[in-house]
């Protein structure tokens, strides 16, 4: 029999969508030709939020939709996922107070009845989140949650699988051709399976895999790599900080692991997924700084 679908790639897209098409009763497959989780949805920053800073490019719809995605995430997962307090320093700011403090407003609203707090002023009292900050401690603070990125990508895999979905690791894609309604897929395992649909669930692979399957399309893939540093503690607290630069670029850092600080993200474009490794200490540094 054939399946329902045929998934490549086992991210947290991948196993999500497995979840969900596995819920709705399809038979699934899915294939990661190395391991779950084991490149970008293990490297991120680690952040469920609703995309603060799509704001300024007017993408309301995208924004409301994020939060309440993280709205759910939050009550499906909160093992995985907590709350995070970010402080909004708005020294050094290429955008008017006002105009930050509208734009939280906006996100606030938003998100609907979130279970979070919602954004505020700094205040004198607030010494947790000042201290560490030179100059002035204008600013703001508002709310959005951290994740364990690699175990919710797992998580939705096991659900998955406790659903009824196949999930083949270290297994690739050879080829795949559509033959009349169904694809005929080689795996690097020696089978050759069938499928009523085919997922592209391949990540930075995404147009890797299309290509390899001849498909032509218009829409065109933009590589980025983010690198971060990590660094001894840097302030105490559970609390982030998100910092304004002056060419527009934000800057996060983050409590990590307990006696670290993780600071970042570059947005640094790439030709091949393979280009995506950090860049040597001195030129991170200064890209973040």
């Known amino acids: 029999m054939p399946y329902d679908l045929l998934i490549v790639g ?96 906006l996100y606030d609203m938003l998100a609907g009845q979130s279970s979070l707090p919602r954004s505020r002023s700094l205040h004198p009292a607030d010494t947790a989140f000042t201290d560490p900050l030179a100059g002035e401690h204008r600013g703001f603070v508002y709310s959005d949650a951290w994740v364990d990125d690699a175990r919710l990508t797992l998580a939705n895999a096991r659900d998955a699988a406790a659903h009824g979905t196949e999930i083949a690791t270290r297994t690739a894609l050879i080829s795949a051709a559509r033959i009349g309604d169904l694809w005929q897929a080689k795996l690097s395992d020696g089978r050759t399976v069938e499928a009523r649909s085919l997922v592209n669930a391949a990540g930075p692979w995404v147009r890797t895999l299309l290509d390899s399957l001849s498909i032509e399309t218009r829409s065109q893939v933009r590589l980025v790599k983010g690198s971060h540093i990590v660094v001894p503690r840097l302030f105490e607290g559970d609390h982030a900080y998100i910092l304004q630069q002056p060419d527009r670029r934000i800057v996060f850092a983050i409590p990590y692991e307990g006696g670290f600080t993780e600071i970042g993200t570059t947005d640094v474009s790439v030709e091949r997924p393979e280009d995506a490794i950090c860049s040597p200490r001195k030129s991170s540094i200064s890209a973040t700084q």
């Not at 469920?48 to 409301?64: K, P």
Request: proline share 4%; net charge positive; with cysteine.
């Open 10 to 105: 086992g991210g947290i897209n991948g196993c999500a969508i497995a979840r969900e098409a596995s819920l709705a009763g399809l038979s699934i497959l899915l294939v990661e030709k190395d391991d779950l989780a084991g490149h970008t949805s293990s490297a991120s920053t680690k952040l469920i939020h609703g995309g603060l800073r799509y704001l300024e490019t007017w993408q309301f719809r995208l924004v409301r939709e994020g939060l309440h995605e993280r709205e759910r995430l939050l009550e499906a997962a909160p093992h995985l996922i907590r709350p995070m307090t970010f402080v909004l320093p708005h020294a050094h700011a290429v955008r008017p107070w006002w105009m930050v403090r509208a734009g939280l407003y």
